[in-house]
Every structure is written in C-alpha cells, then in structure tokens.
C-alpha cells in the first residue's frame, strides 16, 4: 500500500551546520508530498510541498526536491539554527484524495 | 481567523470512561480529518469528511470510536469505553477541497487524552 519512510528518529546537530532528514515512498500514483513541521506544545504546520518532478521548492531557508525515480522528498538546511528544533513530518497525498499519509516524523535538536 | 479550535486542550479519563473531543474547523473549509498522535505512531489518519458527509475511516479503531459531523462548523470524535492505550494527543485538521490550497492540511493544537 502507500507509505512514507523516515529513517531517522531522532537527530541532533550543532547550530550553524546543514541538515538532511530524509523521506521516501511507496505509491503507485502521481504524488503530493509535504513536509510539516511541528514545534514543541504547537500545531504541526505546512513547511514545503510539491509534486514536481525534480523542482527545488523552498521556505524559511528549508529546501526539497520530489526525485521520483528514486521516490524520495529529502529534506534539507544549510545552516540550522537553534529555532529549527522541533518534530518534522513528511506525507504523501494521493491525486484526486485529501487524506495525507504521515512519516513516523523525525525529532530535529539544534545545540547551541 | 482563529484556525481549527480543539476543546478541551485536555482531558483526563478514568479506564472505561466515554471521552469526547470537539473541533471547529476554519470557516469555508469542507473537508475535516482527524488524526492520533503518539511517540510510538506518529501521526496515524483516523477519519475524514468532507462536506459534512463521512468518507474515509479506514483508520478508526472500529468498536470503541465513532466521528460525527452535524454541521460545517464542528465535528466530534467520541470514545467509548477508553482503555489506556487510548492516550494519544488526537488532532483535527481542515481543508479545503478544491482551487490552489486544496492539499494543505491546517491543524488544531489538539487535545491530550489521558486515560489512567
């Protein structure tokens, strides 16, 4: 069936260095995919989303690109700071289907 | 626009206690979804509306948990008899359903369930 894969759990980093969390998938359709991001006691919030093929989209210094020859939507930071700490989850929607399929997340920690 | 609104932000059952979650969704949107959340899980799907009418629920635990929505502007997730592995933070979220921002889910800041 479809799913979403995010291997890290947990990751912790020293500001000031990039990130890379990763997300891949299993589908059959043409997908949405989306990363959130949820800070501590908050909501979780729409961080990127695309369903081009191999266009870079990019918010708040966050950047992804959908490959899917290798069904993957990495997430990435060139330099995290200390405000990027918080859970971030990526999904897969179907075309024509409003559920979003959520990632186990991965628990971002930035250190001083 | 206050976005989804999720009473109570807390609530404490006993084992085997009725325990019922309100949402308000944002006005104009029609279609409303629930999730649970747990460290373990994740973010697991439980159930969607859209327009009011139940389209999915493939996620919801079928004899303890049922979802209405009586009007546009609430839903409620109910739980009957609550088991401790009930305790999750359940989130509401809405959308809408067509035109450029019909993918993206807005989420209520949920309410925590503890079952003791």
């Known amino acids: ?112 | 626009n206050a976005g989804v609104i999720q009473t109570p932000r807390h609530k404490v059952t006993g084992k085997g206690q009725e325990a019922t979650l309100w949402c308000e969704p944002i006005s104009g949107h029609s279609a409303v979804f629930w999730y649970r959340q747990t460290i373990v899980q994740g973010l697991e799907f439980l159930t969607y509306f859209r327009n009011q009418a139940p389209i999915d629920d493939s996620g919801m635990p079928k004899e303890r948990f049922s979802a209405q929505m009586p009007n546009q502007s609430h839903s409620t997730l109910k739980i009957q008899s609550t088991q401790p592995q009930d305790s999750a933070v359940y989130l509401c979220a809405s959308s809408f359903t067509g035109g450029a921002d019909a993918e993206t889910l807005y989420f209520g800041s949920g309410t925590r369930l503890t079952v003791l």
């Open chain 1, 1 to 112: 069936g479809d799913s979403v894969t995010q291997t890290e759990g947990l990751v912790t980093l020293t500001k000031g260095l990039p990130v890379m969390l990763n997300c891949t998938y299993q589908t059959t359709y043409s997908p949405f995919l989306f990363w959130y991001v949820q800070h501590l006691n908050e909501a979780p919030k729409l961080l990127l989303k695309s369903s081009t093929d191999n266009k870079r989209t990019e918010h708040q210094g966050f950047y992804a690109t959908l490959h899917k020859s290798s069904s993957s939507f990495h997430l990435q930071k060139s330099s995290v700071q200390l405000s990027d700490s918080a859970l971030y989850f990526c999904a897969l929607k179907m075309p024509n289907y409003n559920v979003l399929y959520f990632g186990s997340g991965t628990k971002l920690t930035v250190e001083p």
